[in-house]
């Protein structure tokens, strides 16, 4: 079984930097690709970044320029790195774990950790 908690979500101003963890745990399993979405009021969730076992990764077009993700160096926790925020920025923020080799879905979702940008 694979546990997924995010934290590192809160309150920031615009302009401000953040950044969100995604602790992975659980045995029995190899981790293929672990992606970072975003959940906004009245918006359909959306991919933020991704990276894969080899260490690529991969953003939303519109989000590259301030987004990062990385991982830790035994890989067991995922960073998304957050610069510049925006007010439509504001989402809870979910990290997810595909533990299958070239799969289109991920396997396991985290429960979020909310971001909110606010003066």
Do not use: H, K
Request: hydrophobic share 35%.
């Amino acid at each position: 079984q694979v546990q997924l908690v995010e934290s590192g979500g809160g309150m920031v101003e615009p302009g401000g930097s953040r950044r969100l963890s995604c602790a992975i745990s659980g045995s029995g399993f190899n981790i293929f690709a672990v992606g970072w979405y975003r959940r906004a009021p009245g918006r359909q969730r959306e991919l933020v970044a991704a990276i894969n076992g080899d260490g690529e990764t991969q953003y939303s077009d519109l989000l590259r320029a301030r987004f990062s993700i990385s991982r830790s160096d035994v890989g067991n926790t995922v960073y998304l790195d957050a610069r510049g925020l925006l007010l439509e920025d504001t989402a809870v923020y979910l990290c997810a774990v595909s533990v299958r080799p070239y799969a289109r879905t991920y396997d396991y979702w985290g429960q979020g950790t909310q971001v909110t940008v606010s003066s």
